[in-house]
């Protein structure tokens, strides 16, 4: 484990401000302790190199992000705090040499090991840092330790450490993700009898009030694992103490805003059947330790499901995106994690690191009716829009493409949020709004255009597009910033309320919100597909009969390569033992790893526009219907081109629950009516012709079909989109399919729930 460096605070100059040490005019680039793909905000607290002697001595530090040429910023040289000035050439993130005199060090404290001096017994020797100040004892709990109040000095940055002394401890403080320089944080120092180099954690004094819970651990708990229980009306995850066992009762905080906003929250119906109602058994829940968004899926006892095989029915992962550095655009890293890895923020912040929005406000707006979480995500948009100048795009129609992506991806992160002014050139025209949604809509229509190469129709549902595998064959130069264009156009799209001129297929949906996905998510992507691996699924052990090894054939322009799904998978055979690891790595090849570096791109542009915790209050089905808009749909020719089979076949829509059917959706609105038609056939388009030339998986037309089955089939209405049928059950009462319907249309968006 790396070395922690702990620094104490220097006394304040009064009546004077301190002279910025000079530096030489060449900055040194170069640093060997840099770590690629990590954020170094406080390394030039944490990390530095001391040489020298005589009376000075030299210090190697690193420019903090934001610093400009020229500016002055604060670093750590020894235990002061000196103030720097940027040279003209040098950048956030170089490393430079300064020189210190050395009669300000104090040359007899060990640079490996600070908190291994102990106080002495007199502690004005080591007197408390001047930002620290104890907490009344009257103001503490009864038992509780001595807590202290610090105030974040300033350039200290959300995450970075800062060192403090507190009787006599040399300790390094992390400044809270909502933390900002001048704000109070609250600190526990731990007994001297058991200094530690961690650092301490440190809460905001304006951290929300808690109430303290008790409860029992159920039976069949074992230590170390979670387990699920309602706390004032919350659904919470407890891990159950390592030293803990069955029987045995546990304390925990969890914050009043999270139980009062629980019990507050607006009445939705559809919000309460994807609550009561979890197809997959997946919840987003937030967790009470640190407030950040995670999945857990739960079992008929409400204990939290921790199996480590791969199971067909039960497993799921999310898509996580891990950030790297870069000098001019943001880079990252996709992969597929099992959904307790995949954490989300939940918190949204503005360009100044104010809190917009916090858990209990983004899980209250996950509760609304879709109106209204429309309302708050555009209000929300508006407070992250950068008001500070405008962004004239100025575009050939004759070049559309081309001269948008130059546009589009010329812009910083900060400019892709400003206010876009379009103009066509030769034309005429003040673009108050008319060419900014031509431009979208133009432009979505050419970049989901399959001519483009970028994309291809789905094979289960023509109206929908995924992404060509084949992409960089097609567009060898420049298709991945293709899709990095995409995506920033759809995040705008959203961020704007504009539409987007295309739909996706369902997973890249779940994608776009890191929502869990399954073995069933193939099924959409391609049915005969999902059948064969289902089928080898059902083999058992004569699945060595077949002759499969871990290897995927992948057809491109018409020739056929081999793909290893695994490292060396061409030379394993595919047995009963190992037939779970071989169908978990075609779901992951199938769902990510054929276009692993152009969804990679698609994703970075869609959030370098948008926040990720901005996004959680919608489901995937919502996410299409706000990118696409809700379709105009003709009751009239949906009941006259719909076809009746199985108990329907003889009456059609003359049948009792037919009837009912047809009623109950004549009533529903734009919403309800798109959301049936995503159960129904996969997305909520409607061909420019009408129901009359509804397509199926395989390009022919297939109308809208209702088959009548018996309830000893299903309970719940199902819906085959492949076929677009959907298969409805023989009711008795018309209330019982109204409801049954409804939490059936809704069943596919898993519930939100609070850890």
Not at 626 to 654: F, K, N, Q, S, V
Request: hydrophobic share 35%.
């Amino acid at each position: 484990m790396a070395n922690n460096f702990f620094f104490p605070f220097p006394p304040k100059t009064h009546g004077r401000r301190r002279s910025p040490i000079e530096l030489p005019n060449r900055a040194d680039s170069r640093d060997e302790h840099a770590s690629p793909g990590r954020n170094e905000h406080h390394n030039d607290v944490a990390n530095f190199n001391r040489a020298g002697s005589g009376e000075t001595s030299n210090f190697r530090i690193r420019i903090p992000d934001g610093v400009l040429p020229g500016q002055e910023f604060q670093a750590y040289a020894g235990e002061r705090i000196v103030r720097v000035r940027c040279p003209p050439d040098s950048r956030p993130g170089q490393s430079l040499q300064i020189t210190v005199p050395r009669s300000s060090i104090n040359s007899d404290v060990s640079f490996n090991s600070f908190n291994e001096r102990r106080p002495s017994s007199s502690q004005q020797e080591f007197p408390d840092s001047e930002n620290v100040t104890r907490i009344p004892d009257e103001h503490l709990a009864p038992g509780e330790q001595a807590a202290y109040n610090v105030q974040i000095p300033e350039g200290v940055r959300r995450g970075q450490q800062f060192p403090v002394r507190i009787n006599g401890q040399q300790l390094s403080v992390t400044c809270p993700e909502s933390g900002l320089p001048g704000m109070k944080v609250r600190i526990v120092p731990p007994p001297l009898e058991h200094q530690s180099t961690q650092p301490i954690v440190a809460y905001l004094n304006k951290q929300p009030k808690t109430q303290k819970f008790e409860v029992v651990i159920p039976s069949g708990v074992e230590p170390g694992r979670p387990f699920t229980l309602l706390a004032g009306g919350v659904r919470v995850l407890v891990t159950c103490p390592i030293n803990a066992t069955s029987g045995q009762k546990i304390q925990f905080n969890l914050p009043l805003e999270l139980i009062s906003s629980a019990g507050s929250r607006p009445e939705s119906k559809l919000a309460q059947i994807k609550l009561s109602y979890n197809k997959d058994g997946w919840s987003r829940t937030v967790r009470a330790t640190d407030m950040k968004f995670q999945w857990a899926r739960f079992d008929e006892r409400g204990n939290v499901d921790v199996r480590k095989r791969f199971d067909v029915d039960r497993s799921a992962y999310v898509l996580k995106l891990d950030y790297l550095n870069s000098d001019h655009i943001r880079g990252g890293r996709v992969s597929l994690v099992t959904p307790e890895k995949g954490v989300v923020d939940s918190s949204i912040r503005g360009a100044d690191g104010s809190e917009l929005a916090s858990y209990s406000d983004i899980a209250n707006a996950q509760m609304k009716s879709y109106n209204d979480k429309i309302d708050w995500f555009q209000s929300t948009c508006s407070r992250l829009a950068v008001t500070d100048g405008k962004i004239m795009m100025k575009i050939r129609r004759d070049y559309l493409m081309c001269d948008s992506i130059q546009a589009v991806m010329s812009l910083s992160r900060e400019e892709l949020r400003k206010k876009w002014i379009f103009h066509f050139i030769g034309e005429d025209g003040l673009d108050v709004g008319g060419l900014t949604r031509e431009w979208f809509e133009l432009v979505s229509k050419a970049m989901f255009d399959p001519n483009m190469g970028l994309w291809q129709m789905s094979e289960t549902n023509q109206m929908c597009m995924r992404i060509n595998p084949a992409s960089a064959i097609c567009c060898p130069e420049d298709h991945l910033v293709c899709f990095r264009f995409i995506g920033r156009v759809l995040g705008r799209a959203l961020f704007d309320g504009q539409l987007v001129n295309g739909h996706m297929v369902k997973y890249l949906y779940k994608h776009l919100l890191r929502w869990p996905v399954m073995f069933s998510d193939l099924r959409d992507q391609d049915e005969g597909y999902f059948n064969s691996l289902k089928q080898l699924n059902d083999m058992g052990a004569d699945v060595r009969h077949v002759g499969v090894d871990f290897t995927a054939t992948e057809e491109l322009l018409g020739l056929n390569r081999t793909v290893d799904l695994i490292p060396g998978g061409a030379g394993i055979e595919v047995t009963e033992d190992n037939l779970p690891e071989y169908i978990e790595s075609c779901l992951r090849y199938r769902l990510l790893g054929r276009c692993e570096a152009q969804l990679n791109e698609l994703l970075l542009g869609f959030y370098d526009v948008l926040p990720e915790p901005l996004l959680a209050i919608f489901d995937f089905q919502e996410l299409e219907l706000l990118m696409c808009g809700l379709p105009e749909i003709e009751m009239d020719d949906w009941m006259e081109h719909t076809e009746y089979t199985g108990e329907y076949d003889a009456e059609g829509p003359d049948h009792e629950v037919c009837v009912w059917f047809w009623e109950i959706v004549s009533e529903y609105d734009r919403e309800m009516k798109a959301r049936l038609l995503q159960f129904v056939t996969g997305t909520s388009g409607v061909p420019a012709s009408g129901f009359c030339c509804l397509q199926g998986n395989d390009g022919n037309i297939r109308r809208f079909t209702i088959e009548g089955v018996g309830l000893d089939t299903c309970i719940y209405p199902r819906s085959h989109t492949c076929f677009n049928r959907i298969d409805l059950p023989l009711y008795k009462m018309k209330k019982e399919l109204e409801e049954k319907l409804r939490v059936a249309i809704t069943m596919a968006a898993t519930g939100f729930d609070l850890e």
